[in-house]
């Protein structure tokens, strides 16, 4: 973003010192939050499913996987940036809490669904051909104005707070399991959490759009004039502590009345979630002070330059330096490589999903320009992805899924959003609902098509090494 601002505008964006501030503030939130997580959820709950998963009981082990999915997504944090977005951008027709309950329970439904999955053997590639098949087929039957905000959520769905526990879950299970393999079984979690809301979601629109009087605009109710800053400090902290809540009763009600066990640190497990809800209400001031005027402001400079070729850019380079640094990829490559005995290199993987990213990005920006339909190019990418998974090797594909959910972060989500609203709102015929939205979704199928292509590449090379090695010996007999 510097490097636009400095070299390719030349110029200080208006209001510099509230964006720099914005920014700062995200950072020091992530920081906490992040934090926060490790010191408090993360371990209680990586201790409760290792101990549910050595009981080896299907009635714990499945609740456990619901609730902890439908907690962990309602109070993630790039979900509540694009469902306020959805809000604002539909006039009160999208309900931004009804459309982050929606998610949540389809990732709590399909937590359940996977790990029954791991427990019973079904293998991952025919559920997602025939899951994906439902998605094409609802997005030709969906409104236009919610088929790109269906497909941003499956991507914003697993992240940060999600992505460690469910893998954790995943591999857990495949690791206990007699017959179970750690790398076809284990993973896919994560690539079913970022499907199922997608159909979740595109109903969601069918019933809204259909049957749903038109919404209201949303405007600022004047409570920031009003309350003094410590009393609007205290409103919203109280608004963030009740999102975060139902993730925090989970992972206690599990500890105390299902395993009936206290808790190892209770004083620093109670500053933890102390920060998570502190390090969650920076990260939602900082987006509306810095990153998200930030995203608007650049997609009106760059569209007043008239270069096309210096909008795709910007998309492509923010989109391969975030994901080269996100946490969650670099968290998945690495167990990955450890799974694989090294067969599969953690720095390979990255690079591929951070250009698979760069790719998508750039598609989905080309997309808004020239004004082409979302469904068709999107549909056609997927399909793409359906005749790659058929040809590749069935044990890399749970993983390729996988790391298209792990591309996005809290910081990529709010900016890539706000490019595409900003985009769309700078374009002349172009609507900020159905254009705006949508770039997380090609972020998010882009690095599938990247791995799995990788992974043919890779069986093609040993059929021919083997082919040669066989015509060696051949001659050599």
Not at 295 to 305: D, N, P, S, V
Not at 403 to 422: D, F, N, Q, R
Not at 424 to 430: D, I, K, M, N, Y
Request: overall charge negative.
């Amino acid at each position: 973003m510097a490097l636009f601002q400095l070299v390719v505008f030349r110029q200080v964006p208006d209001d510099w010192y509230a964006i720099l501030g914005g920014l700062v503030i995200v950072a020091v939130g992530i920081a906490l939050f992040l934090e926060g997580l490790e010191r408090s959820v993360f371990p209680v709950g990586k201790s409760i499913t290792n101990k549910l998963i050595r009981s080896a009981s299907l009635w714990k082990i499945l609740p456990f996987c619901f609730l902890i999915g439908f907690a962990a997504v309602i109070a993630e944090p790039a979900l509540l940036s694009v469902a306020d977005q959805a809000e604002v951008v539909s006039e009160g027709q999208v309900d931004g809490f009804v459309f982050r309950l929606v998610i949540a329970v389809s990732v709590g439904a399909v937590m359940v669904l996977g790990a029954l999955r791991v427990f019973l053997g079904w293998p991952l590639h025919r559920m997602l051909l025939i899951g994906y098949g439902v998605v094409l087929i609802l997005t030709v039957s969906s409104p236009p104005e919610i088929a790109s905000l269906a497909y941003d959520s499956g991507g914003v769905t697993t992240n940060i707070v999600t992505v460690p526990l469910i893998a954790a879950i995943g591999i857990g299970m495949a690791s206990s399991i007699t017959g179970r393999s750690r790398l076809r079984d284990g993973f896919g979690l994560v690539a079913l959490c970022v499907m199922v809301p997608i159909v979740g979601v595109q109903l969601y629109g069918l019933v809204v759009y259909q049957f749903g009087s038109p919404g209201e605009a949303v405007v600022a109710n004047g409570t920031e004039d009003v309350l003094p800053w410590w009393l609007d400090l205290m409103v919203g902290l109280v608004y963030v502590g009740r999102d975060v809540l139902p993730v925090i009763l989970v992972v206690l009600f599990f500890q105390f009345v299902i395993l009936r066990r206290r808790l190892g640190n209770p004083i620093q497990a109670t500053v933890g979630f102390g920060m998570v809800v502190l390090g969650l209400y920076g990260f939602i001031v900082g987006l509306e002070l810095g990153l998200i005027p930030m995203g608007r402001q650049m997609a009106e400079q760059l569209i007043e330059t008239d270069r096309m070729f210096l909008v795709v850019a910007f998309g492509v380079l923010i989109g391969f330096a975030a994901t080269m640094a996100e946490p969650a990829l670099i968290a998945i490559a690495e167990e990955a490589e450890e799974i694989s005995e090294k067969r599969l290199r953690a720095g390979t993987l990255r690079l591929l999903v951070a250009c698979g990213v760069a790719a998508g990005i750039g598609i989905g920006v080309l997309r808004i320009l020239t004004g082409a339909p979302f469904g068709l190019v999107i549909a056609g990418l997927y399909l793409l992805a359906m005749v790659l998974l058929l040809l590749a090797p069935k044990q890399h594909v749970p993983l390729a899924f996988d790391l298209g959910g792990v591309t996005t972060s809290e910081i990529t989500v709010p900016l890539i959003t706000a490019l595409g609203i900003g985009l769309a709102a700078a374009v002349p015929g172009r609507d900020m609902l159905v254009d705006g939205f949508g770039l997380i979704a090609f972020a998010s199928v882009g690095p599938v098509i990247a791995v799995l292509s990788y992974a043919l590449l890779i069986r093609f090379s040993s059929v021919r090494a083997d082919s040669s090695r066989t015509d060696v010996e051949s001659t050599e007999a």
